[in-house]
T-cell receptor, first 113, second 113 residues
Framework: DAGITQSPRYKITETGRQVTLMCHQT?????MFWYRQDLGHGLRLIYY???????DKGEVPDGYVVSRSKTENFPLTLESATRSQTSVYFC????????????FGEGSWLTVV | LAKTTQPISMDSYEGQEVNITCSHN???????ITWYQQFPSQGPRFIIQ???TKVTNEVASLFIPADRKSSTLSLPRVSLSDTAVYYC??????????????FGKGTKLSVKP
């Protein structure tokens, strides 16, 4: 049971570069989410998706782009990375059919220099 | 969306019972209450979920009073391995914008020997 996987796990990039973080889930969950977590802080929702081809903004969407052409994939793109986007990024998914149990990936550590 | 308030941090000693309370004054009728645990460098993981009264599993208990404006996560006889950040999440059944799942800052629990 692979669950939910993120790649890359660790990435260093330069300011201004485009970076894409991948997220793949094997459960066919309807909902997928991207959160960022800065050192010593809580989780902040970037974008979420209720189904393929349906995405919506969360708390902090500026500077990020998402797509969901297939149910199992939810990539997050930083179009022009900035130092303030240095963070840990967590992808998550949920069946969304009852309650709100969310399953998180292991995180992607991104450093923008 | 029901906003939650938790203590920023708590300290405890091994073997003690720990109770973490979350306030959610504007909880809606169809909202569930879910608690997540996050260890350093890992994604949050589900601990327990409830709608009303008391729920118990092998890890914790969740107490919800009749007015549902707060909830208390109870960890019996904590050990050093329970040191983590605990998040309370309140959200209704999915549908439309209800995928906008906002985590608060969480409660950092430190268990000492």
């Amino acid at each position: 049971d692979a669950g939910i996987t993120q790649s890359p796990r660790y990435k260093i990039t330069e300011t201004g570069r485009q970076v894409t973080l991948m997220c793949h889930q094997t459960w066919s969950h309807s909902y997928m989410f991207w959160y960022r977590q800065d050192l010593g802080h809580g989780l902040r929702l970037i974008y979420y998706s209720a189904a393929a081809d349906i995405t919506d903004k969360g708390e902090v969407p500026d500077g990020y782009v998402v797509s969901r052409s297939k149910t199992e994939n939810f990539p997050l793109t930083l179009e022009s990375a900035t130092r303030s986007q240095t963070s840990v990024y967590f992808c998550a998914s949920s069946p969304g059919d009852s309650g709100n149990t969310i399953y998180f990936g292991e995180g992607s550590w991104l450093t923008v220099v | 969306l029901a906003k939650t308030t938790q203590p920023i941090s708590m300290d405890s000693y091994e073997g003690q019972e720990v109770n973490i309370t979350c306030s959610h004054n504007n909880i809606a009728t169809n909202d569930y209450i879910t608690w997540y645990q996050q260890f350093p460098s890992q994604g949050p993981r589900f601990i327990i979920q409830g709608y009303k009264t008391k729920v118990t599993n092998e890890v914790a208990s969740l107490f919800i009073p009749a007015d549902r404006k707060s909830s208390t996560l109870s960890l019996p006889r904590v050990s050093l391995s329970d040191t983590a950040v605990y998040y309370c999440l309140v959200e209704g059944l999915y549908g439309g914008s209800q995928g906008n799942l906002i985590f608060g800052k969480g409660t950092k629990l430190s268990v000492k020997p």
